[in-house]
């Protein structure tokens, strides 16, 4: 039986994420960011096809802010809702840029 820690994984939007096909590979231990009132946990998701998911969790296991999706090299992603980040994480791996800007909620990063 998993600890408590990893109890967020039965909410939307990581149950989605393993029901797709995701892993949870990394859950970093709980920090607190400068002018935050609470804690997060960082937890980072691959898939198969070597896809990343990464979210920042609340305390209560939900998604904070956004999710940063990295499909390849060159192609990052912010999705700034859940229903955004499970639709990325549904999406084909070999979608085109311009399909995934498309998607409601979701932009191209640039670094």
Known sequence: MRSRQYKFLTQYPFAELQLLGWQLTQLAPPKRRPGAADFIRRAMFADPHERVMVFDVDRHG????????????????????????????ASDPDTAAGELARIEDVRQIFF
């Open 62 to 89: 939900r998604m904070r802010d956004h999710a940063t999706y990295t499909c390849d090299d060159d192609s990052s992603w912010i999705a700034e809702t859940a229903q955004a980040a499970v639709r990325l994480a």
